[in-house]
């Protein structure tokens, strides 16, 4: 079983890169009390969560507060989930936008990605998925926000 959250803090789109974001949500994940490597569900121009996470994982991937979201990488990546991921890693439950640029396969959606998650401008934008969507608009909402939006982070354990 691995866990899966929505951050509690929304970010502008400066997250200073995949790298950051994952920092963010290791950060979160350590000071809920989760063991593991967690790494958020996010893509800059050339790199999605299809290059960055285990894609072989068969086991289930579940809210922090054990609902189930997905029978594995498959199953994660086929356009629906069995729960959307609306829960923090403080068991709360939001109805939010997260930033993503990512289709439901795991790859980069394209060029709509806050200058590879580096900048908070009014000038750029961002991709985001919705918290409360099943659909493939949970990891793809279609419309991009400006980057000095606040939106939270999908958070995934991930040892890859």
């Known amino acids: ?55 072989s994982f068969t086991g289930v991937y579940e809210l922090v507060d054990g609902t189930l979201v997905a029978h594995g990488w498959a199953d994660l990546t086929d356009g629906t989930l069995q729960h959307a991921i609306d829960v923090t890693e403080g068991n709360g439950v939001v109805d939010a936008t997260a930033w993503t640029n990512t289709s439901t396969s795991g790859t980069p959606l394209g060029g709509v990605h806050c200058s590879d998650w580096s900048s908070s401008s009014s000038m750029v934008q961002g991709l985001y998925g919705f918290t409360a969507s099943t659909d493939s608009q949970w990891t793809d909402g279609m419309n991009p926000v400006l980057c000095s939006a606040g939106n939270k982070i999908y958070c995934f354990e991930d040892p890859a």
Do not use: E
Request: hydrophobic share 40%.
């Open 1 to 55: 079983h691995r866990k899966v959250f929505v951050s509690s803090a929304a970010y502008n789109g400066n997250l200073q890169g995949l790298a950051g974001a994952d920092a963010r949500c290791q950060a979160l994940a350590t000071s809920a009390g989760f063991p593991g490597t967690f790494r958020a569900w996010l893509s800059d121009s050339s790199t999605g969560p299809a290059d960055r996470f285990d894609t």
